[in-house]
């Protein structure tokens, strides 16, 4: 197999019959949504686009590096196509390499497909074009504000579909919230800082070459404040929600804290903010509601300090 | 065949009765195998059996060979690292326990039943899908789809993507070997520079496929309205599913619905 399985792709046997149609339900009606609003907008040249930008996609899933040792990163592509495409054909374009996937290539379960294009193609897309359009305000049209979005919107789309992976399997009982979602979100969250080094190397490429290309936009879409909300929304939730599931862990994990297992599963030496409660708040959920989100803009401040340094250094080079 | 049609295509061309066998009905009986393992209960061992039983026929009916069937649908099973918390965390007798990091770590017996199931579920539902993808080429799945009322757009999508994968796949090879080649190794120094560096490398070179990408879509847009294309992608009417495809799936549904109906009653 070429594409080396990420942790993102759920195979069949993982999630409950009930989460897979609720999530095949939400994808249908997103891609439905989709469909109509590329209808309006789309022209008939936007149709070769798409299906060569699809496999343009699937085939720059093989360009890795080597990361330490015998892993190495490669680009999942998200953020990429919402910025070159816009959010719209962007949700096709990756319903279509994660549906190829699954059905083709085994990457993924076909009953857990609708929750696998609700992550990578809805969450991943939506989130992409929420950070994009709102640091777009601030960071303006240049390489370097160019850069810092296109790393900030494949970071996030990356980590928030991470939470949501997470937040499906604890819900099916097939992985307990408390592990499941500091797992997901600190193996993503180093997996998001390749997708957005790719990302970013990929735009300034393209900035170079085909300044064109990242003006406002392609394939007739316009800024949409609705979606841009949804995407932000989607990614708050999310940071919300999941530490709440990590706190209150579905029953029974009394038995293994007992024994103090979970005490020491949960302890790494590197933790800053010990077992995901924030010290000094009495309440327990509200305190690892607030070391979520405090963790979540650690992480992303150190991406962007990054992508500050790197641009830095790209623009006296 | 190009380098990467070779590592791509699964399909695999035989002359059996599962290749003969019309896609939408395929189609529709992996997806009903699929649901049904899903629904099983974990710890139905007597229904996970008959389940491996139709997956084996499936692998030796298709003329694929057992092997090929088993090797590839062990890909998904490294997911299985997400489900073995559960191990522990499930309640139950203490099946086995060993010291761990200064506590001792209780594994419990309904913990390993359901890891056991899950591991078990998941692997038969990727046979069955290998055993479609393998029997099945891509224009058949995508009209099966299209039947199905796979919306158009999707369905256009897939097939201009799947076109055109394995050029792109092609020149994506390409690049890495152009990498591989300009990258020197020398004994007992430290080459390829930072991991930020080696990243916006493959950045670059994504930045590039991409941009291939838009300007080969434009030359296929041409050449695509030079003969007669409008906005209208046209396909021959499918035919409708004979008496016997139809009881096919019929007999299938009911036998699924009875091993279901098994795993019900034997699992906990």
């Known amino acids: ?317 | 065949m190009s380098d990467a049609a070779r590592l791509l295509d699964p399909y695999q061309p035989h002359v059996s009765l599962l290749h003969d066998l019309d896609a939408r009905v395929k189609l529709a009986l992996a997806v009903g195998f699929i649901l049904i393992t899903a629904l099983c209960p974990p710890g139905a061992w007597p229904a996970y059996v008959l389940l491996l039983t139709i997956t084996i026929s499936g692998a030796l009916l298709s003329q694929l060979g057992l092997g090929y069937v088993m090797k590839r649908s062990l890909l998904a099973l490294p997911f299985i690292l997400a489900a073995v918390p559960l191990l522990f965390t499930t309640a139950g007798n203490t099946w086995l326990s060993f010291p761990f990091f200064g506590t001792t770590a209780n594994i419990s017996d309904a913990g390993v039943v359901r890891v056991a199931s899950i591991a078990l579920k998941s692997w038969l539902s990727v046979q069955a899908a290998v055993l479609l993808a393998a029997t099945t080429t891509i224009q058949d799945l995508l009209a099966a789809l299209r039947a199905y009322h796979l919306p158009r757009l999707l369905a256009v999508t897939v097939a201009l993507m799947w076109r055109y994968l394995f050029v792109m796949s092609d020149e994506a090879l390409r690049m890495l070997r152009a990498r591989t080649a300009r990258s020197g190794h020398l004994a007992g120094r430290k080459t390829g520079g930072r991991l930020t560096w080696r990243a916006r490398v493959t950045g670059g070179m994504a930045g590039s496929l991409f941009l291939r990408s838009f300007e080969r879509s434009e030359a296929i847009y041409h050449a695509m309205v030079s003969r007669g294309y409008d906005g209208e992608i046209r396909t021959l009417p499918t035919r409708r599913l004979s008496q016997n495809e139809i009881w096919l799936m019929i007999g299938g549904s009911i036998v699924l619905s009875m091993i279901l109906l098994i795993g019900i009653m034997t699992g906990g």
Request: glycine share 12%; net charge neutral.
């Open chain 1, 1 to 317: 197999m070429l594409f080396s399985a990420t942790p993102m792709h759920i195979p069949d046997g993982f999630l409950s019959v009930l989460v897979s149609v609720v999530m095949w339900i939400a994808s249908v009606i997103v891609i439905a949504v989709a469909i109509r609003q590329l209808n309006g907008s789309l022209s008939e040249k936007d149709i070769p686009l798409m299906g060569v930008m699809a496999a343009a996609i699937f085939a720059g899933q093989m360009l890795n590096f080597t990361v330490v040792g015998g892993t190495s990163g490669h680009l999942l592509g998200a953020a990429l196509a919402t910025i070159l495409l816009g959010p719209w054909a962007a949700v096709i374009v990756m319903t279509t390499v994660v549906g190829t996937q699954a059905l083709i290539f085994q990457d993924g379960g076909l009953l857990a497909l609708g929750t696998n294009i609700f992550n990578m193609a809805i969450i991943g897309v939506f989130v992409s074009y929420g950070v994009d359009q709102i640091l777009r305000r601030w960071l303006g049209e240049d390489l370097k504000g160019v850069m810092i979005r296109g790393f900030a919107a494949a970071w996030g789309s990356i980590f928030i579909a991470s939470l949501a992976v997470a937040l499906e399997l604890a819900i099916s009982g097939t992985s307990p919230a408390n592990i499941a979602v500091p797992t997901m979100a600190g193996i993503h969250a180093l997996i998001g800082i390749g997708e957005g080094l790719i990302t970013l190397g990929a735009l300034s490429f393209i900035f170079a070459a085909r300044h064109d290309l990242l003006k406002t936009g392609n394939a007739g879409t316009k800024s949409q404040k609705g979606l841009l909300f949804g995407g932000l929304g989607i990614a708050v939730l999310l940071a919300i929600l999941s530490p709440l599931a990590s706190a209150y862990p579905d029953g029974l994990e009394w038995v293994a804290e007992q024994k103090g297992f979970l005490e020491a599963a949960q302890d790494p030496a590197y933790s800053i903010i010990p077992d995901y409660v924030f010290p000094g708040i009495s309440n327990e959920a509200i305190a690892t509601i607030v070391a979520g989100i405090v963790g979540v803009l650690v992480v992303l401040g150190i991406a962007l300090l990054v992508a500050r340094t790197r641009s830095r250094t790209e623009t006296k080079a």
